[in-house]
DNA sequence: ACTTTACTTGGTGGTTTCGCCAAGTATCAA
DNA sequence: TTGATACTTGGCGAAACCACCAAGTAAAGT
């Protein structure tokens, strides 16, 4: 079946919550397990500010979580499939050359 | 090995090729195979122009590919692995409540 | 109550994206 | 070579995005 206009849009929805370099390094960091945010503010290396809208932009669109515990806010991945939707990224966006590890294409 | 940021960078290039309603349309009807920009045209219901560009765009980001058949150009997915990419995107953002599907999370 | 720590929200300016129109290129047919 | 079809490219205004600063809220310690 096709898909459909809005179902494509409420796709794009989410996708776009991950399309951003620092979104997605916050992704990839969580696949380890839950973070606070002074932490991510660490790794991605912006204002603190700018970390929390990002979170707060990632969880609004469903790719993750929160919990508040004593003064900290742990952000956590609300699925664990993130590794499936790397790898298609990574066979599309090889380091070299076009599709050429195994399994790929 | 967690994420470096050169790398988030490269894959959040590829990740926001498809973050668009009409691109994602577009790679969602290539999964059943190729087609014109004139076809896709009809079907994202944008100008030519518009259709165009978005093309030119996924296919730089490395996400489709294209070949000049007389007047037509056709263009088709890089890659099959979209299915799996789209899986997990429903399971992130699910028609209603929380990845209540089998087999997620 | 006051302070500190951890985070969110409002506002703002600069950059990027988006979609249309107009103009250009390329291929094929007459 | 003239014309038609299929697509790309340049340009422009409108909208969205992004990162910072400043101010606000909430929990915990003193």
């Known amino acids: ?5 809005t179902t494509s ?4 929805a989410v996708i776009k919550a991950l399309a951003h ?7 990839e960091a969580l696949m380890d397990g839950e973070m606070c945010v002074c932490d991510l503010k660490d790794l991605v290396g912006a204002d603190l500010s700018t970390v929390s809208k990002h979170l707060s932009l990632m969880r609004d669109a469903g790719v993750l979580n929160s919990e508040k515990r004593g003064l ?3 952000y956590s991945l609300a699925c664990a499939c993130l590794g499936d939707f790397l790898r298609c990224v990574d066979q599309l966006a090889p380091a070299k050359g076009k599709c050429t590890s ?4």
């Not at 370099?21 to 992704?27: D, E, N, T, V, W």
């Not at 195994?102 to 294409?105: I, N, S, T, V």
């Open 21 to 27: 370099p620092s979104r997605l390094l916050i992704a």
């Open 102 to 105: 195994k399994g790929c294409c």
């Open 1 to 5: 079946m096709p898909a459909s206009k």
């Open 9 to 12: 849009t409420r796709r794009a």
């Open 72 to 74: 900290n806010i742990y």
